[in-house]
Every structure is written in C-alpha cells, then in structure tokens.
C-alpha cells in the first residue's frame, strides 16, 4: 500500500513541480491535495451515517469567514499527517518508467473526479 500512495505522491509532485509552479511550494501543494482528497473522502464515508463533523461549528447562517477557518482548522492537521508520511527528499529519489507515470497520472486523475462524483451522489442521496 505504502508503495501505490508513495507512486500517486510521486505523480502529484512531478505535475506540480514541471507545470509551472515554483520548486519550493510543488511538495507543499502535493501534500494539500492528497489532505483534500482524503478528507474527501472522509467526508463521503460519514455522510453515508448522517455524521456531520462540522455541526455546531458551521451552520447555515454561518459567514464565509466562519467557513474558511472551519476548512482550515480540519485540513491543518491532515497536511501534518501528509508531511509525517512522505518526505520530500524520498520522493524526488523515486523513479518510475514512463509508462508507469503516465498510467499512475490517467489513474490519480480518474479517482479524483470520482470521488468528487461520488461525495456528490451520496450526499444528495443522504441528505
């Protein structure tokens, strides 16, 4: 398992490192999206329970403020977590074949936008 997850860390800080972003924030951004994935999917789990980890600390008549320090207080300790998991140093000595990046990058892709879909699926079908 370790060895996919350190594959996708690997995929994900190539594309941020070679598209443009600045070398510095690549590993940084790679690890807040793998934070945003898995809270993601946290976050479907639960609303399949009727689990709403943010009730009584957001509600409907919240101000975006409100919102914003809620997202960041939940995605603070799972960028710790990604930091604790992954170094950077490791994952810039790893090397996949081209084919195994490329297939690796189709795969993150897909299982992103379906998770997306799907937390959207069960929420409406829960909520």
């Excluded at 941020?16 to 790679?30: I, L, N, P, S």
């Excluded at 976050?43 to 008549?61: A, D, E, Q």
């Amino acid at each position: 398992m370790k060895r996919y997850m350190d594959l996708v860390v690997y995929v994900l800080y190539r594309y941020y490192k070679d598209g443009g972003r600045r070398q510095e924030v690549a590993f940084q951004t790679t690890k807040l999206v793998l934070g945003v994935c898995l809270l993601l999917n946290i976050f479907t789990v639960l609303s399949i329970f009727h689990f709403n980890p943010t009730s009584g600390i957001v509600n409907r008549g919240s101000s975006g403020t409100q919102y914003f320090l809620t997202f960041i207080f939940i995605i603070i300790p799972m960028y710790i977590i990604m930091s604790l998991l992954f170094k950077e140093d490791k994952i810039q000595k790893l090397e996949y074949s081209e084919l195994t990046r490329k297939k690796a990058s189709v795969y993150v892709v897909c299982y992103i936008i379906f998770s997306f879909i799907l937390f959207g699926v069960i929420v409406k079908i829960f909520h």
